[in-house]
């Protein structure tokens, strides 16, 4: 099998070449046919994280180990299976639930491997899409995505199940009732896309890129804010006071502040980017004007499930995908660097 790894952090990534692997036991091995690019591999690429306050969280302390093929959103052909794996054969084409956990504790056990206390994540800790092939423990982290477009169904393992999940937080809210939506990059159309599927009718969009207006609101959106100091207001005007809830993608601590500032009595701030940062937060403010803030990390075996299920009922509309070859995965990563990208790169 061939690989696009990280071989340092920032540094181009290289082809490196590697034995297939042979599967055992409950082993799957799929050659990879499709593979989202997410903002999540720029972080592992560059090699860290920006917690705030000045700290960083530096890959390799997150026990990642180099070299590693990033790429977590994979799918592709089954081609080779363990004795023991059932459920699975070869020729299947599957799209790779790929947020692991250890698989033996009680949050495994329930089905929300994406909050193990002990990560095994395609892509991050394992090689992912960015190799021809792809080894899994178990079949169980196969998904079949039907009859919707590959490169459409790649985008449900990180982007699709991100945004279902950060929604499925929201809790009870009336479909009418107004959110703001920030960033309206690969997670923004997926999150709009999600809220239409899902019966909501008023999104509201902002981005620092005020280019982004045509494509947000030829996708269906209520309305389009550029970032800038009349952010709120214009928000409160469109929506006839403060939205009753705002999905903050970006999350760099600035857009954190807008979401939690924008929000009204009783309003949610679901946070899902890790654009790093941090914000202030008034303690008797949080009394005075109660709002709830809620970390939100992809989703789990039910929302994929859940997303598989809405895109092919005919109820979750595509993303816009743009397929390169996976020889060209470093344009594809600086094209994604450089904010070139509305939705999603697939390499293929
Ligand atoms: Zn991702
Ligand atoms: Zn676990």
Redo the contacts with the bound molecule.
């Keep these: 099998m061939e690989l696009w790894a990280i071989v340092a952090p920032g540094k181009p990534l290289q082809k490196i070449e590697q034995a297939d692997p042979v599967p055992q036991g409950t082993e799957v091995l799929i050659r990879v046919t499709h593979c ?1 690019v ?4 720029l972080h592992l690429w560059k090699g860290e994280y920006d917690l705030g306050g000045g700290k960083k969280l530096n890959i390799l302390d997150r026990g990642v180990t180099l070299p590693r093929a990033p790429g ?2 994979v799918l592709g052909e089954v081609v080779a299976i363990g004795p023991d794996a059932q459920g699975v054969k070869v020729g299947d084409k599957r799209v790779v639930y790929p947020w692991m956990g250890c698989g033996t504790c009680a949050v495994c056990a329930r089905g929300e491997e994406n909050l193990c206390d002990k990560p095994h994540a395609i892509g991050v800790i394992h090689h992912g899409g960015f190799g021809s092939h792809v080894l899994l423990p178990h079949p169980r982290y196969l998904f079949d995505y039907g009859t919707v477009d590959p490169a459409v169904a790649v985008t449900f ?3 699709g199940i ?1 945004v279902h999940s950060a929604i499925r937080k929201l809790g009870e809210i009336d479909r009418a009732a107004s959110i703001l939506l920030i960033g309206a990059g690969g997670l923004g159309f997926a999150a709009l896309r999600m809220l239409q599927a899902l019966g909501h009718s008023s999104v509201i969009v902002t981005d620092i890129n005020p280019a982004k207006r045509d494509a947000v609101m030829a996708a269906g959106a209520t309305a389009f804010v550029p970032a800038g100091p009349d952010l709120i207001a214009e928000v409160h005007r469109i929506a006839g006071g403060p939205p009753a809830a705002c999905i903050d993608l970006v999350n760099n601590g600035k857009t954190t502040q807008t979401g939690l500032d924008v929000l009204g009595r009783g309003g949610k701030l679901v946070l899902v980017g890790v654009g790093g940062g941090e914000i202030a937060l008034s303690t008797a403010g949080m009394i005075f004007r109660p709002r709830s803030i809620i970390g939100s990390a ?1 989703g789990s075996f039910a929302d994929m499930t859940a997303v598989i299920e809405l895109a092919n009922s005919g109820k979750l509309k595509a993303v816009p995908v743009s397929c390169m070859a996976r020889d060209h995965a470093n344009q594809a990563m600086e094209r994604l660097e450089h904010g070139e990208v509305t939705g999603r790169i697939v390499l293929v």
């Design positions: 989202g997410c903002h999540s591999d977590h959103e393992a990180c982007s991100t992809t």
